[in-house]
């Protein structure tokens, strides 16, 4: 893969690039048009990109009051997440032409909306900077594993760009919801079940409403089901799986716990290597039964425990 040129950075009070630093001019189709799972995971991520501005409204009204985090979401937030969505949008259209991008957003939008209510935000407003939270941990580590498997350049570096806007992203809502903790007083356990609800939606309803039509305009004859979508949800893991960030994503989902550094440090490559296996399917390519899974995990956890023991004793 030729790399492109990388862009000039903008000051960090602006805007970090627009759709002009994109290179489009240099984006080779033969790369890319006959990948269908690509496409549905682009496609899929311009819709909900581009329906940005239906929830940031939600959520401006929610923090109604605290003028400090209502500019930055009007002012930043709002504005480089609609970014994303047009930048993704471009680039399926110029990689896939054929597809009628306005007219099927139309459609999904008409049926997205109506799941975007300020009743489905958290209880309190601490809370629902922690989902922001783990929301931007999903979206920076599935653009950072579509820019590592990118097999094209030009999306390489744009899902490259994506990714760090969603990681400055998470840091904002983390340091909201730092401040909020303060005031609501909330404990851990509260915490981490919150985490787990929303890591639970990552992948959910509005994933599958996107990705039924984007599936609709490719084969119009088959009929779009729970079954269908959980299928190219599979096929989807497994690409992506072997290039997920699993320690990012652990580092980033744990952190709100608050945890001790030394509890984080010995349970983060756990879940790590948990992830690995059992959500993404990665250990399904190379082991193939549940006894060598368990085997291998034991093995790494008396290595860990075995270095743990030298470094103290030492
Ligand atoms: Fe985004
Ligand atoms: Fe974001």
Redesign the pocket.
């Known amino acids: 893969m030729t790399p492109v040129a990388p862009l000039s950075r903008r000051s960090p009070t602006h805007q970090r690039w627009t759709l002009d630093d994109i290179p489009w001019q240099s984006l080779d189709r033969s790369l890319i048009a006959d990948q269908e799972l690509l496409f549905y995971l682009l496609t899929t991520a311009s819709f909900i990109e581009t329906a940005t501005d239906t929830y940031a409204h939600n959520l401006i009204e929610y923090y109604a009051g605290d003028e400090e985090v209502t500019a930055w979401l009007e002012q930043h937030?709002q504005h480089?997440?609609l970014q994303?969505g047009c930048a993704l949008k471009r680039y399926v259209q110029t990689a896939w032409p054929d597809f009628d991008w306005d007219q099927v957003y139309q459609a999904f939008f008409a049926e997205f909306s109506a799941h975007c209510v300020i009743e489905a935000l958290e209880p309190s407003r601490c809370l629902e900077m922690l989902s922001r939270c783990i929301?931007?941990m999903g979206?920076a580590s599935y653009y950072s594993t579509l820019s590592r498997l990118s097999p094209e350049p030009v999306l390489h570096l744009l899902t490259q760009l994506i990714r760090e806007?969603?990681v400055r992203?998470y840091k904002y809502f983390y340091h909201y919801f730092l401040r909020y903790r303060e005031r609501e007083n909330l404990g851990r356990w509260k915490i981490f079940r919150t985490i787990l609800r929303r890591l639970h939606m990552i992948d959910g309803e509005d994933s599958s409403i996107a990705l039924k039509h984007a599936y609709g305009i490719r084969h119009s004859n088959a009929s779009f089901d729970n079954r269908l979508y959980r299928i190219i949800q599979k096929r989807g893991r497994y690409l992506m799986g072997p290039q997920f960030p699993h320690a990012m994503s652990v580092k980033m989902t744990l952190k709100p716990l608050g945890l001790n550094p030394r509890v984080q440090k010995t349970v983060a490559p756990m879940i790590a290597f948990l992830s690995r296996y059992l959500l993404w399917g990665e250990g399904s390519m190379r082991i193939k039964s549940y006894d060598r899974m368990l085997m291998d995990f034991y093995t790494r956890l008396r290595v860990y425990a075995l270095n743990q023991w030298a470094r103290f004793a030492g």
């Open positions: 937030w480089e997440e994303h929301v931007e979206t806007d969603e992203h």
